[in-house]
């Protein structure tokens, strides 16, 4: 895979990530979301246009994967907290983040901390083509919670974090493998 190819998806992530927008209404939480996605795009097409101003060598090829693997787990760990907190925030889901009254500042950060754990897991899990090992991250991360999953509320904001943070890591990992197969 040509580097340059890469390189407008690596400053956006890490532009992104570094300076994340806040996620303060749920309309504004939808329109983060399309943005995000018009941005990602909008980054793979400077990235095609970019890598035809160079020649392929085996040392670019190297240096491209290493650079889109950066560039995923990038994305998945680091911005995945804003993209799951707005699909959290989406008028049409209706739920409204508890732990931001009940919760401290010390538990709130633990989560988003094993969010990203587990987002970058997963997508090493589906680089591997190790699908069905997605499934065992959770089940272990229900049985963490099992007590608490009996408040059908948590239960079901809960249920929707973790699949909407495990499909990020799905696509973004089924993304990669195809790119890796054209580059």
Same mark, same amino acid.
């Given at each position: 895979m040509n580097p340059l190819y890469v390189v407008p998806l690596l400053v956006y992530t890490l532009a992104a990530t570094l300076w994340p927008a806040q996620v303060d209404g749920r309309r504004r939480a939808r329109t983060l979301l399309i943005v995000e996605g018009v941005l990602v795009i909008a980054a793979l097409v400077a990235g095609t246009l970019l890598a035809r101003l160079a020649t392929h060598s085996a040392q670019g090829l190297w240096w491209g994967r290493v650079g889109l693997l950066a560039t995923g787990y990038l994305y998945v760990a680091g911005r995945g907290v804003v993209l799951i907190r707005s699909v959290l925030e989406l008028p049409s889901l209706q739920m409204r983040r508890d732990e931001d009254r009940t919760a401290g500042a010390l538990e709130v950060a633990r989560g988003r901390a094993v969010g990203a754990l587990e987002r970058a897991l997963a997508l090493t899990l589906v680089l591997l083509g190790e699908y069905s090992a997605v499934?065992?991250?959770? +089940?272990?991360?229900? &049985?963490?919670?099992?007590?608490?999953?009996?408040?059908?509320?948590? +239960?079901?904001?809960? &249920?929707?974090?973790t699949l909407a943070s495990f499909l990020l890591a799905v696509l973004v990992g089924l993304g990669i493998r195809i790119l890796l197969r054209q580059g």
């Open positions: 499934g065992w991250i959770i +089940a272990a991360k229900s &049985l963490a919670r099992f007590k608490q999953l009996e408040d059908r509320e948590f +239960a079901e904001y809960f &249920l929707v974090g």
